[in-house]
């Protein structure tokens, strides 16, 4: 589902490019909804929003609001949408990427998930809110 995502994210971004070159209205106007229907198929993809994890790491450390992510991704890709599969990566993967929500501490890094100790995963509504 998250590659989905992210090939739709990429034909929006192509179809912003095309918006800025558009010369009329009417190309403007295609465009522009073009870009709203794939808007709102990832909303349809994504009706949870983003998985959040609360981590008690083995030494004690609380990781509160961390977007999930996998240490396959790239800079750029979006945080996990799916619980079950942020519970998989953080059951099957050697390391999961977290990125914690500033005001509960600024943590983002690779965490060895031996380390962890236990987890709760949840859905927030919006990436922008755990940056």
């Known amino acids: 589902m998250r590659t989905l995502i992210m090939e739709i994210q990429e034909e929006i971004t192509e179809l912003e490019e095309a918006l800025l070159e558009a010369k009329t209205n009417t190309v403007r106007g295609v465009l522009q909804e073009a870009i709203w229907n794939r808007n709102d198929k990832i909303q349809q993809l994504r009706p949870n929003g983003f998985v959040l994890a609360d981590v008690n790491l ?3 450390t609380l990781l509160k609001k961390c977007l999930v992510f996998s ?11 799916d619980i079950q599969e942020a519970e998989d990566i953080l059951k099957n993967d050697d390391e999961v990427y977290l990125q914690q929500q500033y005001i509960d501490g600024n943590f983002s890094g690779d965490i060895d998930t031996s380390t962890i100790d236990k987890y709760k995963l949840y859905y927030g509504t919006d990436q922008n809110d755990s940056e």
């Open 58 to 60: 083995n030494d004690g």
């Open 71 to 81: 240490t396959d991704d790239r800079m750029g890709d979006e945080a996990i949408s």
